[in-house]
């Protein structure tokens, strides 16, 4: 309901003449920006710009992110709609803007390459529609165990998905502690693996840590932004007043606060867990710390078939092309995938079935001119274009389209 309000509101702010061309790829734009920050920090699910992930219209994202993906739907809409109504002026220059986007995304700096990692993605495998209060989680644990057997050595980074390791209480000295760092040191390789600790009866932490390949545990990166009623419960108190034994999650997950980046003996890799890799910020905040390449360890095992899964590959797909950086996505059940900096998926696994990705990825420095400004200048200017269309719609002096 709220989400639709947001897009009733850019409805609403569309003048009826002339303007309402300049206005509503703009308020498109910002309605999705809208909802990408509230409520609870952003659902950034099922938007304008995954939809472009394998379209041309998805290059111009290291210009301006998601945000200007999103405002050139709106434009590239306005192109045939005018078209279609043979209005040839206002199309023309409609399709002249985004392909001038197009060309201009093109030319512009992705970074620069500055070596190589070969990289493992494990997939243990299993099936769907699961969750952690009602798996057994050493059986998870112990099919991503057998599926690192088939990673080839030697190796550079190994990449296990979000949470398959759940310990109560932290994980160092815990009984998986030791095997883990006992397969580190097997594969002579880092592993970075998702665990979560339940640290109270009220809380739990969602984090990637690397064993090193002497089987010491390295850095640490906890999840910053939660799934809200999957990971935190908003309004906890009152909700669970309104509608006890309505299956909330017992204990919420404790917000992280470092940057999103990790030290590896391969290089530094920024990091994005599951949910985060939704927004272009997390991304962005592993860059800027230093992050050669990106991971996005995740845990779509309780959806089923395969929408949340699909979003998610064609969110990777453009964080890669806003960052300039290749991403590697580790999931237990799938999807997992390795998109390069140009945002293509190099392969990616089936629903289901316990397998290894392992590809060499470019390490890359640099940044792209979104990964540099982030969204703040497409939205400026999407708030000058409605002002704009305004401006054009009352000195036209019509409240009426012309026909």
Known sequence: MLFSGYFAAAGAAVPPGPGRWLVLPAALALAELARWSFPFEGVPLATLAMGQA??????????????????????????????????????????????????????????????????????GGGPQRTRASTSDARAVFDRHVAATAMVTTPVDLVVWPENVVSVEGVLAGSSVDDEIAELARGLDAPIVVGVTEGISDTEFLNASIVYLPDGAMGARYDKVLRVPFGEWVPSRGLLERLAPGAGLPRRDARAGTSPAVLATPAGPVGVAISWEVFFTGRARDGITNGGQ??????????????????????????????????VVQASPTGFSAIVDADGRVIERTDLGEQRVLQHTVERRTGTTVATWLGPLPVAVLAAAAIAGGWWIQRRKGSLTPRR
Request: aromatic content about 4%; overall charge positive.
């Open 293 to 326: 390449v990106l991971l996005n360890p995740t845990n779509g095992s309780s959806y089923w078939l395969t929408q949340v899964q699909s979003q998610q590959v064609a969110s990777s797909q453009l964080r890669a092309i806003e960052t300039g950086r290749w």
């Open 54 to 123: 394998n379209s041309p219209l998805a290059e111009p994202a290291r210009l301006g992110g998601a945000l200007l993906v999103s405002a050139l739907v709106g434009v590239a809409g306005v192109a045939l709609s005018t078209a279609s109504q043979r209005r040839w002026r206002p199309s023309a220059v409609a399709a002249a803007v985004v392909v001038v986007a197009i060309g201009v995304a093109a030319l512009a700096p992705t970074g620069e390459v500055v070596g190589t990692m070969d990289v493992a993605a494990v997939q």
